[in-house]
C-alpha cells in the first residue's frame, strides 16, 4: 500500500509530481474550497505532512491515525504540541540554515527603516507635503557606528550581527544562554548580561524561539531599560515582546521606536500600532522571497521522505519521538 502525502500549504504541485509513483499525494489549495475542511477530510489517511503556518496538537490530530511525520516549512516550531507529537511517536523536522540570510536581511531592513523613517517620510513626500527644505523635524537617527544588541545569538542572530558589524561597523553586545568565543574574536562581540545589552544598545533585537522562557522577554522593564533613544527589532515570534507593553512605551515615546515582522496575533488585522508613526510594521516576512521559501519547501520535502522511508531525518527536531 501507498503512503499518503498531505501538503497542506507552501509547496508547489511540480515539486510533489516527481514522488507521485511512490506515494498518494493530496496537495490543499484554496481553490478548492475551505482550507480546514480540505485538511481534516485528508488527515485520517496521511502517513506526512508538509507545509507551515498551520497549528498542530492533539485536537487538530486526533484523527491522524496514519500520521509518521509532519514536516514543517518554518525553523520556527512553537506551533507545534512537541509533547504531543512525542507521545504519540510523531517525527517533527524543521527547515534551519536555509532562511537565516534571507532574514537577516529582512532584520536589517527594518533597522534602517525605523532609524531613518523611511516609510514614515515616503507616505509624507507622496501626500505632497515636501513643499520646502526638511528640517529637524524628519531627521532619523544614525545606524553605522552605534551599538547592536542581539539576544540570542544563534544563526539568524549571528546574520544580523555580520551585517551590522561589516556592513556598518557597528558594535556589537550579545546576551543568551551560551558564550561563543569565535564570533566574539570575528565579529569582537560583546557577551554582557540582558539588562546591560538592553540599557547601552542603540537597536536591539531578540532573536529567539517561543517557549516558556522566552515568552514576554521584553516587556516594561526591558523597555524602559531600552530608553527613548533604542529601537526595538523583533523578528522572531511575536509573544516574546509583550504587545501591549510595547505599543504603550511606543505611544508614550518612552521608546524611540520599533520595527516589527511578528506579532502576538497573526494576521494582524487591527491594531493600535496602526495609528503610530515610529513603528515599521510588516506581516511576517522574515523568509518570504521566492528563492528561499523554495529552498525551504525542498528541504522540507527531503526531511519528509527520509522520514516516511525510514531513515533518521536530517533536521529532526524530536529525537524523543523515535524513543517511544
Ligand atoms: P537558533 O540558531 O536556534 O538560535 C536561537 C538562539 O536563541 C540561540 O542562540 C539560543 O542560545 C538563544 N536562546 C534560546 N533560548 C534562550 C533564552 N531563554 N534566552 C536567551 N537566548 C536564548 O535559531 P535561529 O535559526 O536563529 O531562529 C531563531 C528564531 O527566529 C526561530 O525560532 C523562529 O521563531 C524565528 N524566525 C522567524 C522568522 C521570520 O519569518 N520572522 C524566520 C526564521 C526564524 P544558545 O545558542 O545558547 O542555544
Not at 529582512?106 to 515616503?122: H, K, N, Q, S, V
Request: with cysteine.
Amino acid at each position: 500500500m501507498k503512503k499518503t502525502i498531505l501538503a497542506f500549504s507552501r509547496v508547489s504541485p511540480s515539486m510533489l509530481e516527481p514522488y507521485a509513483d511512490k506515494y498518494d499525494i493530496v496537495i490543499m489549495s484554496p481553490e478548492m474550497g475551505d482550507m480546514d475542511a480540505q485538511f481534516e477530510a485528508a488527515l485520517p489517511n496521511a502517513h506526512g505532512l508538509i507545509g507551515g503556518n498551520r497549528r498542530l496538537g492533539e485536537v487538530e490530530l486526533a484523527s491522524a491515525k496514519n500520521l509518521e511525520i509532519i514536516s514543517s516549512i518554518s525553523v520556527g516550531y512553537d506551533n507545534y504540541d512537541l509533547s504531543y507529537l512525542n507521545s504519540r511517536g510523531i517525527m517533527l523536522t524543521n527547515t534551519p540554515d536555509v532562511l537565516n540570510e534571507t532574514t537577516a536581511d529582512l532584520a536589517f531592513a527594518l533597522i534602517l527603516a525605523t532609524a531613518r523613517r523611511i516609510p514614515e517620510l515616503d507616505d509624507w513626500t507622496k501626500d505632497g507635503n515636501w513643499s520646502k527644505t526638511i528640517d529637524a523635524s524628519h531627521f532619523g537617527c544614525d545606524v553605522h557606528g552605534k551599538t547592536l544588541g542581539i539576544i540570542g545569538l544563534g544563526k539568524i542572530g549571528e546574520a544580523i550581527a555580520r551585517r551590522g558589524r561589516f556592513g556598518f561597523g557597528m558594535n556589537i553586545l550579545y546576551s543568551g544562554k551560551t558564550r561563543k568565543p569565535q564570533l566574539e574574536e570575528e565579529l569582537g562581540a560583546r557577551f554582557v548580561p540582558q539588562e546591560q545589552l538592553l540599557s547601552e544598545s542603540d537597536f536591539v533585537c531578540p532573536v529567539v524561539p517561543l517557549t516558556a522562557e522566552t515568552r514576554n522577554l521584553i516587556g516594561q522593564k526591558e523597555l524602559a531599560l531600552i530608553g527613548a533613544e533604542g529601537i526595538l527589532i523583533n523578528v522572531s515570534r511575536g509573544p516574546v515582546v509583550d504587545q501591549d507593553a510595547l505599543i504603550q512605551a511606543l505611544e508614550e515615546k518612552t521608546i524611540r521606536g520599533a520595527g516589527l515582522d511578528v506579532y502576538v496575533k497573526e494576521p494582524l488585522t487591527d491594531s493600535r500600532l496602526f495609528k503610530l508613526k515610529n513603528v515599521v510594521t510588516v506581516p511576517h516576512i522574515g523568509s518570504a522571497t521566492s528563492d528561499t521559501r523554495d529552498a525551504m519547501a525542498k528541504r522540507a520535502l527531503d526531511n519528509l521522505l527520509m522520514g516516511l522511508e525510514g531513515q533518521w531525518p536530517r533536521d529532526l527536531v524530536n529525537s524523543q519521538a523515535l524513543r517511544q
